[in-house]
C-alpha cells in the first residue's frame, strides 16, 4: 500500500511541511509528499492521483486543520482503493475528537491503523462535509474566525472565542426553512442550526452530542434566538454538549436525526461546513452512508 501525505503549509499558522516530511520519510512505507498550492489543491491532486493509480490501495494523510481533512476526503469518496486518515496539525482539528482517546499524532500508529466506514455529507451533490454543517450563528462565527485566525492573541486557538463574541452583535437571528426528509421541520427565524457526523466544532465545542458518524443519519438540531442574556447563560451548556437535554432550553431547542435536509431562504445566506463558507439561497445536504474508508488508531 502506497502512503501519500498532503500536507497543508498554512494549517495552523505555522508551516509543518519540512518536520512531517522528514517524520514520513523515516517510517517503514512507501511514502509520497505532497505539499498543497492552494484552495482546494487537496482535492484536484487526491482525486487525479487515484485515476492515475486505479485498482492501487493508498492511504492518504491529511496534514492540517478540518478544512485540509474536508479536502483530502472529497477527492477520495468515490475511489474504492482510497483510505484516509489525519495528522492534526491546525488550529481546531475537530472531526479527530469524535474518536476520544485517539492519538493522531503518532505517524507510525497511522501507518497501521484499521479502518472504520464512516459517513460523509454532499451539500447541492458537488461538495462534502466530513464533521459538521451550521447556519446562523455558526456560519457567522466561521466568517470571523476567517479574518482572525492568523491575528496575535487573538488568533490561533483563540480565533473562535474571539470570533464568538464578535459575532454577538451580528448574527443572532438569521431566517430560513428546513425541510427534514420532506417535511416542512422550521420555518422562521434561528438563532444557530446544525446538521453533524462528527460532534465538536470550534476546537472543542461539542455541538452534535448524540451524533454517530456511521449510522446514515444527521445529528439536526436547531435553537431559536435567545436575548443576550440568555446567551451567555447557556453557551456553556452548549460548549458541554448539554444543550439538547437542559430544561431551561426545551422552549427554544428542536432536534431530530435526518437522511436529507434542505435549507432555503428567499435571499441569498451562507454556510458553514468544515470550517468554510458556502454562500446560496438553496442548500441540499444529503448523508452519504458508509462513504469512505476512514482509519483510526487504537484507542489508548
Known amino acids: 500500500m502506497k502512503h501519500v501525505f498532503i500536507i497543508n503549509p498554512c494549517a495552523g499558522g505555522e508551516d509543518h511541511s519540512q518536520s512531517i516530511a522528514d517524520k514520513a520519510k523515516q517510517l517503514d512505507v512507501e511514502a509520497e509528499i505532497y505539499i498543497t498550492q492552494g484552495e482546494r489543491d487537496a482535492t484536484r491532486y487526491v482525486d487525479g492521483y487515484c485515476r492515475q493509480?486505479?485498482?492501487?490501495r493508498v492511504r492518504f494523510y491529511a496534514c492540517g486543520g478540518d478544512g485540509t481533512l474536508n479536502?483530502?476526503?472529497?477527492?477520495?469518496?468515490?475511489?474504492e482503493d482510497a483510505e484516509v486518515t489525519c495528522y492534526p496539525c491546525g488550529s481546531g482539528n475537530d472531526y479527530v475528537k469524535y474518536f476520544e482517546g485517539v492519538d493522531f499524532h503518532d505517524l507510525k500508529a497511522l501507518t497501521v491503523a484499521p479502518t472504520v466506514m464512516v459517513d460523509v455529507m454532499r451539500i447541492n451533490g458537488e461538495r462534502y462535509g466530513l464533521n459538521a454543517l451550521h447556519i446562523g450563528f455558526e456560519a457567522e462565527v466561521c466568517r470571523?474566525?476567517?479574518?482572525?485566525?492568523?491575528?496575535?492573541?487573538?488568533?490561533?486557538?483563540?480565533?473562535?472565542?474571539?470570533?464568538i463574541v464578535k459575532s454577538l452583535f451580528t448574527g443572532r437571528r438569521t431566517y430560513c426553512r428546513i425541510i427534514a426528509d420532506g417535511e416542512v421541520w422550521h420555518d422562521g427565524d434561528l438563532l444557530l442550526a446544525s446538521m453533524a457526523n462528527g460532534r465538536y466544532i470550534g476546537g472543542g465545542y461539542k455541538c452534535a452530542p448524540r451524533s454517530q458518524n456511521d449510522?446514515?443519519?444527521?445529528?439536526?438540531?436547531?435553537?431559536?434566538?435567545?436575548?443576550?442574556?440568555?446567551?451567555?447563560?447557556?453557551?456553556?451548556?452548549?460548549?458541554?454538549?448539554?444543550?439538547?437535554?437542559?430544561?431551561?432550553?426545551?422552549?427554544?431547542?428542536?432536534?431530530?436525526?435526518s437522511r436529507k435536509v434542505?435549507?432555503?431562504?428567499?435571499?441569498?445566506?451562507?454556510?458553514g461546513i468544515d470550517g468554510e463558507l458556502l454562500h446560496g439561497s438553496r442548500f441540499e445536504v444529503e448523508n452519504l452512508h458508509h462513504a469512505l474508508r476512514f482509519a483510526v488508531p487504537q484507542g489508548q
Do not use: Q, W
Open 53 to 56: 493509480h486505479a485498482g492501487e
Open 71 to 79: 479536502e483530502v476526503a472529497s477527492g477520495a469518496i468515490g475511489h
Open 144 to 163: 470571523n474566525m476567517a479574518e482572525v485566525r492568523r491575528k496575535p492573541l487573538i488568533g490561533g486557538k483563540m480565533s473562535y472565542t474571539t470570533a
Open 215 to 257: 449510522d446514515g443519519l444527521l445529528e439536526t438540531a436547531v435553537m431559536r434566538p435567545l436575548s443576550l442574556v440568555r446567551f451567555a447563560r447557556s453557551i456553556g451548556y452548549y460548549r458541554n454538549g448539554e444543550h439538547l437535554d437542559r430544561e431551561e432550553l426545551r422552549d427554544v431547542m428542536s432536534y431530530r436525526r
Open 262 to 271: 434542505v435549507v432555503e431562504n428567499d435571499h441569498p445566506f451562507c454556510i
